[in-house]
């Protein structure tokens, strides 16, 4: 059973392994702990983590833009 400890009425369960190398994790007893989110396997669960001080955000440089259909054919009625 993973160890959940308390801080200021909310329940801090450990970091997933993901976590490893960030520096927004404490260590209270052993195990290791997010100071942002009480819950990281849940920020984890859509790629990465928005606290993740250890991941770097990669842009798409591809040059395909992503247009709004519905403005698209604005401009096109427009004859831009």
Known sequence: MSQVIT?????????VEKCEGCDRTMEQDG????RS????????SQKVCNFAT??????????????NPL?????AA???
């Not at 250890?54 to 247009?67: A, P, S, W």
């Open 78 to 80: 427009r004859g831009r």
């Open 71 to 75: 403005k698209a054919s604005k401009r």
């Open 31 to 34: 195990v290791k702990y997010c």
């Open 37 to 44: 989110y009480p819950l990281p396997e849940r920020k984890w």
């Open 54 to 67: 250890h991941m770097k955000l990669e842009v798409d440089k591809g040059g395909k833009v992503n247009i």
């Open 7 to 15: 801080v200021n009425g909310v329940e801090c369960h450990p970091i």
